[in-house]
């Protein structure tokens, strides 16, 4: 396992040291996240041949999603290349999720944060008005905005419509990908949605 300060000389190598940029290791390549580690590159193929199995959802108690997917747009984007190394940056995309939705009703405007705007998980990115009320959007992971969905400028009901789709609030790159392991996967928000229901139901 490669320290962090290990792994931040690497990245620095790979982008600046002609050593590195023509005699790059034949063995390794750096995935740069906090939770770092060196991939063989004889498993490159097999990581990424299977990396559908990296995708992941996950939702808060404030009804704020945050995906991490391979699919070029909405998760873990590739940001450097050379003949032996692949330097990897997580990023997610966020959300409000449907059960928020249907609960604000028909949302008349949507307060987007700003690329280059670095946040703590919890943190207020925006905010979600309706006919209804208006709600505050925290980001479920630190990190910084890289992209906020302008489609909502002129379309905020998009939300309604698609809210874990094209109603997508903002993309950010991620700091610490652990911080999602301390939120729901999609059943346990489902079962966690259901008892606010049934609390709510209850008074």
């Known amino acids: 396992m490669a320290s962090s300060r290990a792994v931040a000389r690497a990245v ?7 050593r590195y940029a023509t005699r790059p290791s034949p063995n390794f390549t750096w995935r740069a996240t906090r939770s770092s580690t060196i991939v063989p590159r004889s498993l490159w193929s097999r990581t990424f041949a299977n990396s559908r199995a990296l ?12 995906e991490l997917s391979d699919d070029g747009d909405t998760g873990i ?12 940056i997580y990023q997610g995309t966020i959300g409000v999720s449907k059960y928020a939705a249907e609960a604000l009703g028909d949302v008349v405007y949507v ?3 700003t690329a280059g705007m670095e946040v703590d998980a919890g943190g207020n990115i925006g905010a979600v008005e309706s006919v209804k009320s ?18 909502l400028e002129s379309k905020p009901g998009t939300i309604n419509r698609s809210p874990e789709g094209e109603g997508w609030i903002a993309k950010i790159k991620v700091e610490d990908k652990g911080e999602l392991e301390h939120l729901m996967s999609a059943e346990e ?9 049934a609390d709510e139901e209850g008074h």
């Open 111 to 113: 307060e987007l944060p």
């Open 189 to 197: 928000y489902k079962q966690f949605t259901e008892e606010v229901k």
């Open 134 to 151: 208006a709600s505050d959007i925290m980001t479920p992971v630190s990190g910084t905005v890289v992209e906020a969905n302008s489609l």
């Open 77 to 88: 984007r590739t940001a450097q290349r050379s003949a032996q190394a692949l330097l990897i």
């Open 55 to 66: 995708e992941v959802k996950k939702y808060t108690e404030e009804h704020e999603w945050i």
């Open 12 to 18: 620095s190598y790979l982008g600046s040291s002609s």
